[in-house]
């Protein structure tokens, strides 16, 4: 592959990975803020209860004061008749005394046409005392029901509050007039404005009149209707506020009343968890506005253990497919070389039948020359007795003539004999026969082959064989190599004056050890290596071909058996080594 090529695969690698990683930490950010932010949402109603309890422990804290202070005979006594500039004044200071000591904003009666006669502010410049408040709700409410309650913008002080009353009765039930206290709360805003998060207050149609942080209220958090409008001028409720509509977005929802809203607030627009609990008490709805919070720290841990866990998964993956690839290029080499061994051993297989096949061609070839010598002097000496028994016949002398037979006889059997090994050499024997023989009948055959040159070299010949010596093998290939080594020998031996040749065999074990040990003064040491090799031979040209320990070797190691050569005193030993033979 070429090299640039590689290089822009690896850079894609690489690329692909850290996107990889880079969308790996973008999800897990994301997953931890999504956390965070559910887990913020669920903070909210707990919250949000803990601030409307603060303010209707609040509102609580007031309410059966009017209805107290109703019952006050003085009051009743003074509703009862027109009132006089000193009865008004006694009541004035009685209010501002009670007002003080329950720490509420404002006390006021009102007679039954709603004019305040008594006010605790009566010596302030805001104060109610003539001022008619019959247009209030709150008024018609205590007129009708007894009590009644209502947040409104002061008309005369212009400061927001909460109004609670309660009916002022004579004995005989008959209204006389209201008892009136006023809350304000800028207390509760003072305290609740210390957090970071944003309270509202907003009555029945959606108005916020109380507000922890500027700007939020009077804002609409729906539109109002027409009916709504002229309602509200005509309670004077919100007095001259300019009630403007907040736009919201509702982005997502996590149940009733929690939600992440996209708010155009007094400081432009801006996401808030904003949850929400209505108030029944008041017909109120408290909120509870959070910016929701960038856990900064959080997110990036989560971002970096994902890209941790992305790149520890690539390399894995890596890992494993690096080492898939090393086992497939195992394998493959390993079945290559399997395949190749096998043809090379085919091959070799192959050479050496053919080696064995012309060594034998070989053998064949000396064996024929020996023969055909070893046949012409017999034949040559079986004429001359021929033609003596002739003239003994001739003659008449029978008796000499049968004796002249026997050595006749004789020959003629050892020819018999010649021909029959020559018969059974030449002929190419099956690589896989495995007979069972004896090793020692093999040595008396291969001795009795050569018997005309040991005789003729005047061998000193002495055997030491077990009989029988089961082996498995081909017999004529056994012969051959037996052959191969004593005619070695007699080679070896041939210009010594001592020419000692000993052939064993024993057992050793489960192997049996046939030794061939002559004295024709051993092989080179530097020749000791290659004399198994093929077409290595020392032997003058015409005399030796180089095959036959070469061919020797093979046959023995392809039944199993094994062909050493050493020096020992005088000569050469070669010890051929092989199994025993089991009886089946
Ligand atoms: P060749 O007999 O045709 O030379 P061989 O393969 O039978 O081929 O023998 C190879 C060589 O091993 C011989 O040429 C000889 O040098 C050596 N050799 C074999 N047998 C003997 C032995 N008994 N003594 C000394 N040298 C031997």
């Given at each position: 592959?070429?090299?640039?090529?590689?290089?822009?695969?690896?850079?894609?690698?690489?690329?692909?990975?850290?996107?990889?990683?880079?969308?790996?930490?973008?999800?897990?950010?994301?997953?931890?803020?999504?956390?965070?932010?559910?887990?913020?949402?669920?903070?909210?109603?707990?919250?949000?209860?803990?601030?409307?309890?603060?303010?209707?422990?609040?509102?609580?804290?007031?309410?059966?004061?009017?209805?107290?202070?109703?019952?006050?005979?003085?009051?009743?006594?003074?509703?009862?008749?027109?009132?006089?500039?000193?009865?008004?004044?006694?009541?004035?200071?009685?209010?501002?005394?009670?007002?003080?000591?329950?720490?509420?904003?404002?006390?006021?009666?009102?007679?039954?046409?709603?004019?305040?006669?008594?006010?605790?502010?009566?010596?302030?410049?805001?104060?109610?005392?003539?001022?008619?408040?019959?247009?209030?709700?709150?008024?018609?409410?205590?007129?009708?029901?007894?009590?009644?309650?209502?947040?409104?913008?002061?008309?005369?002080?212009?400061?927001?509050?909460?109004?609670?009353?309660?009916?002022?009765?004579?004995?005989?039930?008959?209204?006389?007039?209201?008892?009136?206290?006023?809350?304000?709360?800028?207390?509760?805003?003072?305290?609740?404005?210390?957090?970071?998060?944003?309270?509202?207050?907003?009555?029945?149609?959606?108005?916020?009149?109380?507000?922890?942080?500027?700007?939020?209220?009077?804002?609409?958090?729906?539109?109002?209707?027409?009916?709504?409008?002229?309602?509200?001028?005509?309670?004077?409720?919100?007095?001259?506020?300019?009630?403007?509509?907040?736009?919201?977005?509702?982005?997502?929802?996590?149940?009733?009343?929690?939600?992440?809203?996209?708010?155009?607030?007094?400081?432009?627009?801006?996401?808030?968890?904003?949850?929400?609990?209505?108030?029944?008490?008041?017909?109120?709805?408290?909120?509870?506005?959070?910016?929701?919070?960038?856990?900064?720290?959080?997110?990036?841990?989560?971002?970096?253990?994902?890209?941790?866990?992305?790149?520890?998964?690539?390399?894995?993956?890596?890992?494993?497919?690096?080492?898939?690839?090393?086992?497939?290029?195992?394998?493959?080499?390993?079945?290559?070389?399997?395949?190749?061994?096998?043809?090379?051993?085919?091959?070799?297989?192959?050479?050496?039948?053919?080696?064995?096949?012309?060594?034998?061609?070989?053998?064949?070839?000396?064996?024929?020359?020996?023969?055909?010598?070893?046949?012409?002097?017999?034949?040559?000496?079986?004429?001359?007795?021929?033609?003596?028994?002739?003239?003994?016949?001739?003659?008449?002398?029978?008796?000499?003539?049968?004796?002249?037979?026997?050595p006749l006889e004789q020959m003629l059997t050892r020819m018999a004999a010649l021909t029959g090994h020559l018969k059974t050499y030449a002929r190419q024997s099956p690589g896989g026969l495995r007979e069972r023989l004896d090793l020692a009948s093999v040595v008396d055959q291969a001795l009795q082959l050569l018997e005309p040159r040991l005789q003729g070299e005047a061998i000193e010949l002495s055997t030491k064989l077990v009989r029988p010596a089961w082996v498995r093998g081909d017999a004529i290939r056994l012969e051959q190599v037996l052959i191969n080594l004593l005619r070695n020998a007699l080679d070896a031996m041939q210009?010594?004056?001592?020419?000692?040749?000993?052939?064993?065999?024993?057992?050793?074990?489960?192997?049996?050890?046939?030794?061939?040990?002559?004295?024709?003064?051993?092989?080179?040491?530097?020749?000791?290596?290659?004399?198994?090799?093929?077409?290595?031979?020392?032997?003058?040209?015409?005399?030796?071909?180089?095959?036959?320990?070469?061919?020797?070797?093979?046959?023995?190691?392809?039944?199993?058996?094994?062909?050493?050569?050493?020096?020992?005193?005088?000569?050469?030993?070669?010890?051929?080594?092989?199994?025993?033979?089991?009886?089946?």
């Amino acid at each position: 592959m070429p090299v640039t090529s590689r290089a822009l695969r690896l850079a894609l690698y690489c690329v692909l990975i850290l996107a990889g990683a880079a969308v790996a930490g973008g999800w897990a950010m994301r997953q931890a803020q999504e956390h965070a932010l559910e887990e913020s949402a669920r903070r909210g109603p707990e919250q949000l209860s803990l601030y409307a309890n603060s303010l209707h422990t609040l509102i609580e804290r007031y309410r059966a004061l009017p209805a107290v202070l109703a019952l006050d005979p003085e009051l009743v006594a003074a509703l009862s008749k027109p009132m006089t500039a000193q009865v008004q004044a006694a009541l004035n200071q009685k209010l501002e005394r009670i007002n003080g000591a329950a720490q509420s904003s404002t006390l006021e009666l009102l007679d039954s046409t709603g004019l305040a006669v008594a006010a605790s502010n009566w010596n302030t410049s805001n104060s109610y005392v003539g001022h008619n408040y019959g247009f209030r709700p709150y008024f018609s409410q205590t007129r009708s029901k007894g009590a009644g309650s209502f947040y409104a913008v002061g008309v005369t002080s212009g400061i927001p509050g909460y109004f609670l009353s309660s009916a002022v009765l004579d004995a005989n039930g008959q209204f006389l007039g209201a008892m009136v206290v006023k809350l304000e709360f800028p207390q509760l805003e003072r305290e609740w404005s210390q957090g970071n998060d944003t309270l509202l207050v907003s009555d029945a149609r959606g108005i916020v009149f109380i507000a922890n942080q500027p700007g939020w209220r009077y804002r609409l958090l729906r539109p109002l209707s027409d009916s709504d409008r002229s309602e509200i001028a005509t309670t004077r409720q919100y007095h001259n506020q300019p009630l403007t509509l907040m736009k919201t977005h509702t982005l997502r929802s996590f149940g009733e009343n929690s939600y992440l809203t996209r708010v155009e607030g007094p400081n432009g627009p801006a996401d808030y968890l904003w949850d929400s609990l209505p108030l029944s008490a008041e017909g109120w709805t408290l909120h509870l506005l959070r910016r929701p919070m960038a856990a900064a720290e959080d997110s990036r841990n989560a971002a970096l253990a994902a890209i941790g866990l992305w790149l520890t998964g690539v390399f894995l993956g890596l890992f494993l497919l690096q080492r898939w690839r090393l086992a497939r290029l195992r394998q493959r080499n390993r079945e290559e070389l399997e395949q190749l061994v096998e043809a090379r051993t085919r091959d070799l297989r192959t050479a050496q039948d053919g080696l064995v096949q012309s060594a034998k061609l070989a053998a064949l070839g000396q064996m024929s020359a020996a023969l055909a010598h070893e046949i012409n002097q017999p034949l040559t000496a079986q004429r001359m007795q021929l033609a003596t028994m002739r003239l003994l016949l001739d003659h008449g002398r029978i008796d000499d003539a049968y004796k002249a037979l026997v050595p006749l006889e004789q020959m003629l059997t050892r020819m018999a004999a010649l021909t029959g090994h020559l018969k059974t050499y030449a002929r190419q024997s099956p690589g896989g026969l495995r007979e069972r023989l004896d090793l020692a009948s093999v040595v008396d055959q291969a001795l009795q082959l050569l018997e005309p040159r040991l005789q003729g070299e005047a061998i000193e010949l002495s055997t030491k064989l077990v009989r029988p010596a089961w082996v498995r093998g081909d017999a004529i290939r056994l012969e051959q190599v037996l052959i191969n080594l004593l005619r070695n020998a007699l080679d070896a031996m041939q210009d010594k004056s001592r020419k000692r040749l000993e052939i064993r065999i024993e057992a050793n074990q489960q192997l049996w050890h046939l030794t061939v040990s002559d004295s024709g003064g051993g092989i080179g040491e530097e020749h000791l290596g290659k004399i198994f090799d093929p077409f290595f031979t020392t032997k003058p040209v015409g005399d030796g071909l180089g095959l036959g320990l070469a061919v020797s070797y093979a046959i023995v190691h392809e039944i199993g058996g094994r062909l050493t050569a050493c020096n020992q005193a005088d000569g050469a030993q070669f010890t051929l080594t092989l199994p025993v033979a089991q009886e089946f």
